[in-house]
Nanobody, 124 residues
Framework: VQLQASGGGLVQAGDSLSLSCVAS?????????MGWFRQAPGKEREIIAA????????YYADSVKGRFTVSRHNVKNTVSLLMNSLKPEDTAVYYC?????????????????WGQGTQVTVSS
């Protein structure tokens, strides 16, 4: 299984940015949770959004709730993260991951597959 994340960049506070994660190597990801994590400099990696591949049920961390939207596109095997009203504190390396955590969103060690990170920098 491979996950390929893209879409990061440098934006200003208040701007929007969309990240994509293309998943390959499995016929289906039914039963999997697709998560978006981020790691800011000097901080631990945290999960900020996740989506149940089977039913589309989303999860959001409080820090991004109301600003970020996670979605999946079954035919294209793609998970997207639309980030609106970006803040400087959203600056981080963003990762997509796939796993089968016991509960959603789960811990990062419950995610089996990881994409490479994509840098998001929000200037004030």
């Amino acid at each position: 299984v491979q996950l390929q994340a893209s879409g990061g960049g440098l934006v200003q506070a208040g701007d929007s940015l969309s990240l994509s994660c293309v998943a390959s190597g499995r016929h289906t990801f039914d039963g999997y949770i697709m998560g978006w994590f981020r790691q800011a400099p000097g901080k631990e990696r945290e999960i900020i959004a996740a989506i149940n591949w089977s039913n589309g049920s989303p999860y959001y961390a409080d820090s991004v709730k109301g600003r970020f939207t996670v979605s999946r596109h079954n035919v294209k095997n793609t998970v997207s993260l639309l980030m609106n009203s970006l803040k400087p504190e959203d600056t981080a390396v963003y990762y997509c991951a796939a796993g089968r955590p016991t509960t959603v969103p789960g811990w990062d060690n419950e995610y089996e597959y990881w994409g490479q990170g994509t840098q998001v920098t929000v200037s004030s």
